[in-house]
């Protein structure tokens, strides 16, 4: 007989009822019934039922049994008496009646329960993350975690495509975040630095003369944490593909995620045909570039409807600037006066002055307006308002004033939570969607310029003839035209969480050099920041494009949860602490010697230590 166990713990059926056998793993829950102890055993694989009473030779030790520790049972197996049976567990109807009991490891009390779901401290789950995954939704996550890799690689290989592993130790580079750095021991004063994406490399890939890669691939950023974005590393599916346009991008990628959320969501509905919502339209609709299409209700512009009406406040700003609009959030069946003043009330807590409403009631056979704002427009401009919102009597409306870019934020939280409140959200669905047409550049404020809006190696809609058009713009001190430009950049959305971003590439060292210029950056700059992409793009390059969904992300949706934390095996704390192993760390002086490093300590980190 093995030294351990000749079946695992989720193995044994009603067909090796008589078999005598051996079994290894963690105790779960004893129960004692009347002097007949009853032990869950639990390992990798599932649970078995483990039963000693006071004749069997294993009750002395059984009586000693804690949870959590290790053990070794011997024992036959035998059918549950009738009505004992447990359809819950694939073992349910046996047991093992054991005849022997090594105990091979002890364990101390417990910081955290295994057995059940209790909500613990997090610092607690953390450090002592080992137990934290012991617990059966925490196992089951990170199983699922493992299946949605081993699927995604099958599968992408299925698609013709060709995993290609790429630096882990590389330059620093732009990416919108900050790096991690490592001291070079070799070199003193420089650094490497670790990818926040394999960005460059897969471009430089489709420029060797590859085709189709893919990796799950480990990237690195130093920013804060969020719920759906780990602080540290995270990983993702990134794909490259070459001689091609967004089109094939979106339709090679669109399947393979389908199919994932449909094979791992549990049955939950899948969207069958990703709509297409250009940017501008995803503002105005939702107040956000990543809409949650579980919600229905799509807000519009009614700024029409206040221009020049007796509600002064939003006539007078539709006066004073014309980028200034009045946007309408439809309430179907909030017209009641107790939600309108409870999102009144949510509204001013988030910072607002409040959350403009009219409720809409049925007299003699029409559709009329109630409360301050339908008084002040009037009649006809309340049943204007409520035909373009189709709401009808029961209905309400919510109203954001001022400039879109400023409370276009704060109108998708309202649009949320408005939908959240009167129910209308059906979380039981996998809601995707494609945001394209992204503006290539936006205006900086604060620093009067012209600035990349997403992704700088984007190509541009239009080519190197729109980017002359808006140079020749500028020169004359006209922004517009380089606004105005849009760029083959395309996001992938499910319920309201961003999986990617994406893009066809700018491959042509002429119209990437003006590009960069447009935003200000001298030809030199580009050079030398992206030197190696440019010089590889002058030595011929196909035109390329690829994406990079989180696969963290996907995962944290697929199991249902709301933290990315809960479907990594070792996260960090919000902190970008690691509880477990104690980093980060200072090092010792002979480290910080041999790579020619010296600690300057901030101010106020000083007088704390």
């Known amino acids: 007989m093995h030294a351990y166990r000749t079946h695992t713990c989720g193995a044994l059926r009603k067909e090796h009822i008589g078999e005598t056998v051996r079994l290894?793993?963690?105790?779960?829950?004893?129960?004692?019934?009347?002097?007949?102890?009853?032990?869950?055993?639990?390992?990798?694989?599932?649970?078995?039922?483990?039963?000693?009473?006071?004749?069997?030779?294993?009750?002395?030790?059984?009586?000693?049994?804690?949870?959590e520790w290790v053990i070794r049972v011997d024992g036959y197996v035998r059918a549950r008496p009738e009505g004992t049976e447990n359809p819950k567990?694939?073992?349910?109807?046996?047991?093992?009646?054991?005849?022997?009991?090594?105990?091979?490891?002890?364990?101390?009390?417990?910081?955290?329960?295994?057995?059940?779901?209790?909500?613990?401290?997090?610092?607690?789950?953390?450090?002592?993350?080992?137990?934290?995954?012991?617990?059966?939704?925490?196992?089951?996550?990170?199983?699922l975690r493992s299946a949605v890799v081993s699927w995604l690689r099958k599968r992408m290989e299925a698609e013709g495509f060709t995993e290609f592993q790429t630096p882990i130790l590389t330059a620093s580079s732009p990416e919108g975040a900050?790096?991690?750095?490592?001291?070079?021991?070799?070199?003193?004063?420089?650094?490497?630095?670790?990818?926040?994406?394999?960005?460059?490399?897969?471009?430089?890939?489709?420029?060797?003369?590859?085709?189709?890669?893919?990796?799950?691939?480990?990237?690195?950023?130093?920013?804060?944490?969020?719920a759906d974005r780990s602080p540290g590393e995270f990983y993702q599916l990134d794909i490259e593909m070459s001689f091609v346009t967004q089109e094939d991008v979106l339709n090679t990628v669109e399947p393979v995620l389908r199919d994932l959320f449909r094979e791992f969501g549990g049955g939950r509905p899948v969207t069958e045909k990703f709509p297409r919502i250009p940017y501008h339209e995803a503002i105005l609709k939702y107040g956000t570039d990543?809409?949650?299409?579980?919600?229905?209700?799509?807000?519009?512009?009614v700024s029409e409807h206040f221009r020049?009406?007796?509600?002064?406040?939003?006539?007078?700003?539709?006066?004073?600037?014309?980028?200034?609009?009045?946007?309408?959030?439809?309430?179907?069946?909030?017209?009641?006066?107790?939600?309108?003043?409870?999102?009144?009330?949510?509204?001013?807590?988030?910072?607002?002055?409040?959350?403009?409403?009219?409720?809409?009631?049925?007299?003699?056979?029409?559709?009329?307006?109630?409360?301050?704002?339908?008084?002040?427009?009037?009649?006809?401009?309340?049943?204007?308002?409520?035909?373009?919102?189709?709401?009808?009597?029961?209905?309400?409306?919510?109203?954001?004033?001022?400039?879109?870019?400023?409370?276009?934020?704060?109108?998708a939280e309202a649009r949320q939570k408005v939908a959240d409140e009167l129910g209308l959200?059906?979380?039981?669905?996998?809601?995707?969607?494609?945001i394209v047409d992204f503006p290539m550049y936006e205006w900086n404020e604060e620093e009067k310029r012209i600035e990349?809006?997403?992704?700088?190696?984007?190509?541009?809609?239009?080519?190197?003839?729109?980017?002359?058009?808006?140079?020749?713009?500028?020169e004359t001190g006209d922004y517009g035209p380089a606004l105005g430009i849009k760029a083959w950049q395309y996001d992938i959305v499910c319920n309201g969480v961003e999986l990617s971003s994406g893009a066809i590439r700018n491959h042509l060292p002429e119209l990437m050099k003006l590009a960069f210029k447009i935003a200000g950056y001298e030809p030199e700059v580009v050079e030398e920041k992206f030197g190696a992409l440019y010089r590889a793009f002058q030595y011929g390059a196909p035109p390329h494009g690829g994406i990079a969904p989180g696969l963290d992300r996907m995962v944290m949706?697929?199991?249902?949860?709301?933290?990315?934390?809960?479907?990594?095996?070792?996260?960090?704390?919000?902190?970008?602490?690691?509880?477990?192993?104690?980093?980060?760390?200072?090092?010792?002086?002979?480290?910080?010697?041999?790579?020619?490093?010296?600690?300057?300590?901030?101010k106020k980190q000083k007088q704390e230590s």
Request: charged share 25%; with cysteine.
């Open 89 to 143: 567990l694939p073992t349910g109807e046996v047991e093992v009646f054991a005849t022997g009991i090594d105990v091979l490891s002890e364990a101390k009390e417990l910081p955290l329960p295994v057995f059940g779901e209790p909500h613990y401290p997090e610092d607690i789950r953390l450090k002592h993350r080992y137990l934290d995954l012991r617990r059966e939704r925490m196992h089951r996550n990170i199983m």
């Open 452 to 474: 990349f809006s997403h992704n700088p190696f984007s190509m541009p809609q239009g080519g190197m003839e729109a980017l002359q058009e808006a140079w020749e713009a500028i």
């Open 308 to 411: 020049g009406s007796g509600f002064r406040i939003f006539a007078q700003l539709l006066e004073k600037d014309e980028r200034n609009r009045v946007w309408a959030i439809p309430a179907p069946g909030g017209g009641s006066r107790a939600f309108c003043d409870r999102m009144n009330s949510w509204a001013q807590a988030q910072g607002q002055p409040g959350l403009g409403y009219i409720m809409f009631r049925e007299e003699g056979g029409k559709t009329t307006g109630a409360g301050p704002l339908a008084k002040n427009i009037g009649p006809e401009r309340t049943a204007a308002i409520a035909e373009q919102l189709g709401l009808k009597a029961g209905d309400a409306a919510f109203f954001i004033a001022g400039n879109p870019q400023t409370f276009a934020p704060f109108a």
């Open 178 to 226: 900050r790096d991690f750095v490592v001291p070079s021991r070799l070199h003193p004063g420089k650094f490497y630095a670790l990818p926040q994406a394999p960005q460059i490399y897969k471009q430089l890939i489709m420029a060797s003369g590859f085709d189709r890669y893919f990796q799950i691939a480990p990237c690195f950023r130093d920013e804060d944490a969020r």
């Open 24 to 67: 290894s793993g963690w105790v779960h829950r004893i129960r004692d019934h009347g002097g007949v102890l009853f032990i869950d055993l639990r390992d990798h694989y599932g649970i078995t039922q483990v039963v000693a009473d006071p004749d069997s030779p294993a009750f002395s030790t059984a009586e000693k049994l804690h949870a």
């Open 557 to 602: 949706l697929l199991a249902n949860e709301p933290n990315i934390r809960e479907v990594v095996m070792f996260p960090m704390n919000q902190q970008a602490e690691d509880l477990l192993m104690g980093a980060p760390a200072p090092l010792s002086p002979q480290q910080l010697r041999e790579l020619h490093i010296r600690v300057v300590l901030p």
């Open 290 to 301: 990543k809409p949650d299409l579980r919600n229905p209700l799509e807000m519009q512009d």
């Open 425 to 434: 959200i059906d979380k039981d669905q996998f809601a995707f969607c494609w």
